[in-house]
């Protein structure tokens, strides 16, 4: 028997890629496939669904880790696997969060997800060690301490000096000796640069989706 897979990712090409994926393998059919990650519940509900490929960012803001969290709770026999083309740097662990059996990226070949898929159904876990690297100014994002990250993402959240070293209980001179270092290492010459440059490469994302309901 095939297994029936459920493909939410709301970009067309995306999304015709990934069927395309699951009906070139006589291991999988195609059940359905939807725009909007809120909706997922409600479709797993009227229909038979073994196997989930998730986006992280759906229609109207939709979050697929949110929605993941939510069929892991109603429909804990369907297995998910997230997969995104963002590379953010939080998104592995809020996954595992979440419950998601296994994340890969989209730009991986046809081969390489069917395998992820593969293995999933087999009962494993499969998640990438670490994000992709990214290239940002004269270093790439492999360079940036945790510390460096968390202030970022805070910068990214338009969050004052004040407010960042409150969030991290720490001191506003600990939070400007993070940017500093990480404009020294980058080469940008100043925090919009810097900024715009992250957003571009999509490794801190400007307005982070929802956090996972506790």
């Not at 939410?8 to 359905?32: H, I």
């Not at 963002?86 to 730009?107: I, N, P, Q, T």
């Not at 945790?146 to 990214?156: I, N």
């Not at 000796?177 to 994302?205: E, P, S």
């Amino acid at each position: 028997m095939r297994t029936k897979v459920l493909i939410v990712e709301d970009q067309k090409m995306p999304r015709e890629n990934l069927a395309g994926y699951v009906n070139s393998s006589r291991n999988y059919v195609l059940v359905g496939t939807l725009t909007n990650a809120a909706m997922t519940d409600m479709f797993c509900e009227g229909h038979a669904v073994d196997l989930i490929l998730m986006d992280v960012c759906t229609e109207h803001d939709e979050s697929g880790l949110d929605a993941a969290l939510i069929i892991k709770k109603h429909f804990p026999a369907i297995k998910i696997i997230i997969v995104t083309s963002m590379v953010e740097c939080s998104f592995l662990d809020r996954a595992h969060a979440a419950g998601a059996e296994s994340f890969w990226y989209k730009d991986a070949s046809e081969q390489e997800l069917l395998d992820v898929m593969d293995r999933t159904m087999a009962g494993e876990s499969i998640y990438p060690e670490k994000t992709p690297e990214v290239e940002l100014g004269m270093t790439t994002s492999y360079d940036l301490t945790a510390g460096e990250l968390k202030v970022l993402r805070l910068l990214m959240e338009s969050l004052s000096y004040e407010e960042i070293a409150k969030e991290l209980n720490c001191s506003e001179r600990n939070v400007r000796f993070h940017l500093n270092n990480v404009l020294d290492k980058t080469g940008y010459k100043n925090k919009m640069q810097l900024l715009l440059a992250i957003a571009d490469k999509k490794l801190i994302i400007p307005k982070p989706i929802k956090e996972l309901k506790k």
